[in-house]
């Protein structure tokens, strides 16, 4: 099976930062974008960033604007999600996802998109 993985999460004091990682084993991230999604209980997925294959082009929600940052290491096969000045309101499973694409300025945020592939997530907690 073919899938991302996740790390980097855990628990972390509000205005703490955490870097989360996307890695890819069996496959290369050059040719993929990749979306970085967030879930609580009882709520819909959210689209929190994502990054063209390029690198060139990258999105973020509103609720992580300026705090949140998406980058890409191609020869590492890894993509980050370098989280400041968390709040509580961050606290959630983080997940990536990866889209093979042509289209070098692909930016996908919503979670209604046929990914090729998915990761399992990791926990974000923010909490004094």
């Known amino acids: 099976q073919l899938q991302p993985v996740e790390s980097g999460g855990g628990l972390v004091q509000p205005g703490g930062s955490l870097r989360l990682s996307c890695a890819a084993s069996?496959?290369?991230?050059?040719?993929?974008?990749i979306s970085w999604f967030r879930q609580v209980p009882g709520k819909e997925r959210e689209g929190v960033e994502c990054i063209s294959s390029s690198g060139g082009i990258t999105k973020s929600a509103d609720s992580v604007k300026g705090r949140f940052t998406i980058s890409r290491d191609n020869a590492k096969n890894t993509v980050y999600l370098q989280m400041n000045s968390l709040k509580p309101e961050d606290t959630a499973i983080y997940s990536c996802a990866a889209t093979r694409t042509t289209v070098q300025a692909l930016c996908v945020m919503t979670y209604r998109y046929v990914y090729d592939y998915w990761g399992q997530g990791t926990q974000v907690t923010v909490s004094s």
């Open positions: 069996g496959f290369t991230l050059d040719y993929y974008a």
